[in-house]
């Protein structure tokens, strides 16, 4: 649930028959959480870190880093298994203490796989289910198993497409586009058995993630979430204090958006929900027309602007592992790869002199350089890093990082990453700089859009920030949502990727004995 302000996720705690909840402090940004078996923690993601919360007192323990975690699961020897990135990551395990996590599982590329993610204990606590798929468009690759923590061998079970959950009472329950359904499964065997059988129908699907909101509990009590999964949002138009002068486009399923340094096109990018396809668009702004410009079955997005607004650079799932693609933004002439190989990137920034394209690999910041385009190491995460900025005169970069446990924007000299300066107070993310260099701005961590006075050029200095105005940007629910916001040259107009539609989302269904029309067929 949503935290007082509307603005970040808090887990909270219902009991059963109880007409109130209470939230848990400390879990602010939290996302898919799950239970001990003991029922007296919670783990769950948060600040790109795996956590756990006493439910009793409240007490927070940040396990290890996981920057954009995709599930976990518990078993009664105090082992988790989570997924810890939503790009190009298997499953690892690590104590329930903490520690140093160890891989499990690796995506199989001969197969196309992208991903393990939702990874579920089985009852004998060793094995476990999880869905190996991918977002580049291929078919037939996305898949349930089962593996081991004791082997690296893998049993394929059934061709899946969201996350499952194994029953006490010995059901597979699992999603099929918005309705659920159960089968038997066998735990020795581990194999299907019977048909399948609807439970019920409009349950909360959402494609990006491949998640359906669903549990079930030992008593057999299911709970399930139904609605639409997918926020509406549209860029809007904001002046300093947070008035709103415009819009652009349609509202749609809008993850990022970029204004090209003309000041006459904007560049987006955009999920299909019929085909849930992402694709980059550009926008402009005078016609206020809309042109689509990638037409790839994988996922594109993420598309940043040459200086001279004629090329785009952006993330493409076409080749299964995230690679940067570069394309004229007029649509003429052909993809080309530009940084391609077997780990994740995403793109963050072009240099305004054209020399250099920054983005993040894993965790960690690099660029290359053009025209050899030999990628270079820039910055070495403590943690995880994103969303870099070069500065107007390209001595430096702005970035967040979540070493102390909570994101916050920084900045260091470029190229060489001499020296360190911590801009935002009480956590940040998304910095862009004004056009002369004299402000810095960011996103706080309860959507406030911020201002901090900056001083650039041989050396670099800072002022305390300020808020402008809180800002109501569509929440991120994917690794696709990098940026949210743009800001003019001159710093007066912001703008804002608002969430004009939340989820369309109905109060929780308990279901008792959910199973009991099953047993007679």
Request: hydrophobic fraction near 35%; aromatic fraction near 12%; proline fraction near 5%.
């Amino acid at each position: 649930m949503r935290d007082t302000l509307g603005t970040r996720n808090v887990i909270w705690i219902y009991e059963v028959g109880s007409q109130e909840g209470r939230n848990l402090s400390g879990t602010e940004g939290a996302n898919f959480p799950f239970w001990s078996p003991d029922g007296k923690w919670l783990g769950f993601f948060a600040d790109g870190k795996l956590k756990k919360v006493d439910i009793a007192g409240g007490h927070v323990q940040v396990l290890c880093d996981a920057p954009s975690g995709r599930g976990g699961s518990w078993n009664n020897e105090n082992v988790i298994i989570f997924t810890p990135e939503g790009v190009g990551s298997g499953i690892f395990r690590i104590s329930a203490s903490g520690g140093t996590p160890t891989k499990v599982t690796a995506p199989d590329s001969s197969r196309g796989e992208y991903n393990h993610r939702w990874p579920v204990f089985l009852p004998d606590g060793t094995h476990f289910l999880y869905l190996a798929f991918n977002f580049s468009g291929q078919k037939d690759v996305n898949d349930l198993f089962v593996g081991s923590l004791d082997t690296n061998q893998k049993q394929l079970v059934s061709e899946m497409n969201a996350n499952v959950l194994y029953t006490a009472s010995g059901y597979l329950l699992f999603p099929r586009e918005k309705t659920l359904f159960a089968q038997r499964f066998d735990v020795k065997r581990f194999v299907l058995t019977g048909e399948p059988s609807a439970v019920l129908n409009d349950i909360q699907y959402q494609p990006q993630i491949r998640r359906a909101v669903f549990a079930a509990a030992d008593g057999r009590a299911l709970v399930v979430q139904s609605g639409n999964g997918e926020a509406i949002s549209q860029p809007q138009w904001f002046d300093r204090h947070g008035t709103k002068l415009g819009e652009v486009g349609k509202p749609d399923v809008y993850q990022n958006v970029f204004l090209a340094p003309n000041r006459q096109v904007v560049a987006v990018d955009k999920t299909d929900m019929a085909s849930l396809n992402t694709d980059v668009w550009t926008y402009e702004l005078e016609r206020d027309s809309a042109k689509r410009l990638t037409f790839d079955p994988a996922i594109d997005g993420v598309p940043i602007w040459s200086p001279d607004s004629t090329r785009l650079v952006f993330n493409s799932t076409r080749q299964v592992v995230n690679n940067m693609f570069i394309k004229n933004s007029d649509g003429t002439g052909e993809e080309k790869c530009l940084v391609c190989d077997e780990r994740a990137k995403w793109p963050n920034d072009w240099s305004r002199d054209g020399k250099y394209v920054l983005y993040t690999r894993g965790t960690d910041l690099c660029f290359v350089a053009f025209p050899d385009l030999k990628p270079k190491l820039y910055l070495k995460a403590i943690a995880s890093i994103k969303n870099g900025q070069f500065s107007p005169d390209g001595k430096w970069v702005a970035y967040a990082s979540n070493e102390t446990g909570k994101w916050q924007v920084y900045v260091t000299s470029f190229p060489d990453a001499q020296g360190k300066w911590q801009v935002s107070s009480e956590g940040g993310e998304q910095p862009r700089w004004r056009g002369d260099g004299k402000e810095l701005f960011y996103l706080s961590l309860e959507s406030k859009l911020m201002a901090a006075p900056v001083t650039i050029g041989s050396k670099f200095d800072s002022g305390p920030p300020i808020v402008l105005f809180r800002a109501t940007p569509r929440q991120a629910n994917s690794l696709l949502d990098q940026f949210v916001y743009d800001v003019t040259r001159d710093g007066q107009r912001f703008l804002v990727n608002t969430q004009v539609k939340n989820a369309e989302t109905e109060p929780m269904t308990v279901v008792l004995n959910w199973d009991a029309e099953l047993k007679k067929k």
